[in-house]
């Protein structure tokens, strides 16, 4: 007994040495990084670095560097870009150097760099070609995706007129019917709104989405090295993440048993037809595996994000009740009480789209972006980022970047109208990121809200169970996103 707690203690020992020798030859990999604080061996900069408020304690960390500085994540150095300056300069101006994926170690064990989210070099740019293609050819931008979208509006309207006023919580009567757009994109169908399979998968992602920001996946991207063999909450979501891999295998299964090479009903058709073409090039990026974390980042991604956005924008809403009204006004000048609104709309709709961009801003649903890479030795800044080096752009910083959005912290649609009431961009709005990795389906998601927004609230009024200036917007948990609170609501009839 004595013998086995010695050789364990030895064994720890070593495994503590050889950590902090992986730590130290990873924090002097070369190159002149910003400055920043002095991180701990092995532990990096955790003591400057909430796993609780990770954007927070950046934002911090600005004050006193800059708005380009370095942390250690654990052993692992990350450039950190915050304001529209900064963030533009990389992403935009030096594009190419910056197009890399960094590392997101919480769904890492999943992904393995597979899928086109999380894919690198020729294999990103592959998928992301393709992905693109086929998403436009089933309609993104075009009329079809339009009607696609009107049609599960209608779908919407109909269950919340059931509701006949009651208090609901509107969490999955968001994310039903957003992700069954994107539903019937990549699967080729919808799901009935009560299908108990739709339903689990839609909780699975909801919960994924709120795991990816708890502390604990804080911290397994910080000390993935160990916790990737520790038990413990930080596992859940890779488990989640498995059982929706499961479930896009099994559609993948359904496809190839029924395909018609010559009449592709969906994206997984398309990627089939693909694989079939390439099956002897033993290099081809079109595989099973890309296949299904493909369909998975494109189902995740255009399911939780806008239903997120929705479910913010309605709390705003009854917080803000002379904006609802403003609204229900353009609405009714424009589109009036039965004809179903349509993407031609906005262009006459400048308060709508101001308010739609202005709750897109504040809510900011990836406060800390998705990581980058640096894909070759880069100059930026007077620095010398060496290959590799992981950078987190700060959306959130950009967002709220004062010089370019004059109430940063406050709700105020009039950053984006001008003084005629005229829509005016912002070249700060930056909610899918920009760049080489923009999001996929900005197009679809942009189409999204606008037509889900005014679809509600030419139906309805929204009725708040308590005073506007007890509404509450703080997330229930920040980190990778920002998730909205869980609340009650009433939908009136007009």
Partial sequence: MELGGAFTIFLALCLSCLLILIAWKRMSKGGKLPPGPTPIPFLGNVLQVRTDATFQSFMKLKEKYGPVFTVYMGPRPVVVLCGHEAVKEALVDRADEFSGRGELASVERNFQGHGVALANGERWRILRRFSLTILRDFGMGKRSIEERIQEEAGFLLVELRKTRGARIEPTFFLSRTVSNVISSVVFGSRFDYEDQQFLKLLQMINQSFIEMSTSWAQLYDMYSGIMQ??????????????????????????????????????????????????????????????????TLNLFFAGTETVSSTLRYGLLLMMKHPEVEAKIHEEIDQVIGPHRIPSVDDRAKMPY??????????????????????????????????????????LLGSVLKDPKYFRYPDAFYPQHFLDEQGHFKKNEAFVPFSS????????????????????????????????????????????????????????????
Avoid: W
């Fill in 352 to 393: 709508t789209d101001a308010v739609i961009h202005e709750i897109q801003r504040l809510t900011d649903i990836v406060p800390m972006g998705v990581p980058h890479n640096v894909i070759r030795d880069t100059h930026f800044r007077g620095y010398l980022l060496p290959k590799g080096t992981d950078v987190f752009p």
């Fill in 435 to 494: 760049g080489k990795r923009i999001c996929l389906g900005e197009a679809m998601a942009r189409m999204e809200l606008f037509l889900y927004f005014t679809s509600i609230l030419q139906n309805f009024s929204l009725r708040s169970l308590v005073p506007p200036a007890d509404i509450d917007i703080t997330p229930k948990v920040s980190g990778f996103g920002n998730i909205p609170p869980t609340y009650e609501l009433c939908f009136m009839v007009r």
């Fill in 229 to 294: 063999y520790l038990p413990g909450r930080h596992n859940r979501i890779y488990y989640l993440i498995e059982e929706l891999k499961d479930f896009i295998a099994s559609k993948v299964k359904i496809n190839e048993a029924s395909l018609d090479p010559q009449n592709p009903r969906d994206f997984i058709d398309c990627f089939l037809i693909k694989m079939h073409q390439d099956k002897n090039n033993p290099h081809t990026e079109f595989n099973l595996k890309n296949l299904v974390l493909t």
